[in-house]
């Protein structure tokens, strides 16, 4: 079965400061990942996305993320945070040939000014 | 891009009552859609995978009784609620993907999400 890991429920960053948002995953096969952001009472929106290719991964908002096959990871990066990056964010992945996505616990980020 | 539109957003309800929640793919066509439960600082849980045309998949745990999945075309689905109880009261957030059931390369593409339906149950 495949799932997901954020090992982290809250960031705190300071504004201007680089952040990690954590994710591990765990799947047979070779996985598609994704990162979405959540702002309050709002759905998910989409951030980047691996699929093949390169390691790292440039998305939306300036954020980035870096497949590590090894250690089987797909941590979410920013080099300058900003106080409007606070929010819920979730990492997904999919197993190729199923349709439905498997979202970790999600990571609270707070950039604090 | 595509956009999901998933109305309504919020939602007061009395407890035995049913309450529809429609979730529409605006710009393309989404043969599946999946609706997910969030309770207050947790992950999604996927409910059910509604399929156009064909009955709903749900997931182990979730009655399909009690959430009625309808898919009747290719641009909306609908959940409801039948004979709400207060334990339902969450937040409700659908999702579509475009062309999921037919097309294997396709499964590289990520879902794009409703703002989500809050529910309560009083």
């Known amino acids: 079965a495949q799932s997901v890991a954020q090992p982290e429920d809250q960031v705190n960053v300071a504004e201007g400061n680089p952040l990690t948002v954590k994710c591990t995953y765990s799947?047979?096969?070779?996985?598609?990942l994704f990162w979405y952001v959540q702002y309050p009472n709002r759905g998910l929106q989409f951030l980047l996305k691996?699929?093949?290719?390169?390691?790292l991964v440039k998305g939306s908002y300036g954020f980035e993320a870096e497949f590590n096959k090894s250690q089987t990871s797909f941590h979410l990066k920013k080099p300058s945070a900003l106080v409007s990056d606070s929010a819920l964010y979730f990492c997904a992945v999919r197993v190729p040939g199923k349709r439905q996505l498997t979202f970790g616990s999600g990571t609270q980020l707070t950039v604090l000014p | 891009g595509a956009v999901v539109s998933q109305h309504p957003s919020w939602v007061i309800c009395k407890s035995g009552t049913s309450v529809k929640i429609e979730c529409r793919s605006l710009?393309?066509?989404?043969?599946?859609m999946f609706w997910y439960r969030q309770f207050p600082k947790q992950s999604l849980m996927l409910m059910a995978t509604s399929n156009e045309g064909s009955k709903a998949t749900y997931e182990q745990g979730v009655e399909k009784d009690k959430f009625l999945i309808n898919h009747a075309s290719l641009t909306l689905s609908t959940l409801t609620v039948t004979s709400a109880h207060p334990e339902d009261s969450s937040f409700y957030i659908c999702s579509a993907g475009v062309n999921l059931r037919s097309s294997f390369s396709s499964y590289n593409s990520p879902l794009h999400f409703g703002n989500g339906t809050r529910l309560t149950v009083t």
């Open positions: 799947v047979s096969g070779n996985p598609y």
């Open positions: 710009d393309f066509q989404a043969t599946t």
């Open positions: 691996y699929i093949t290719g390169d390691n």
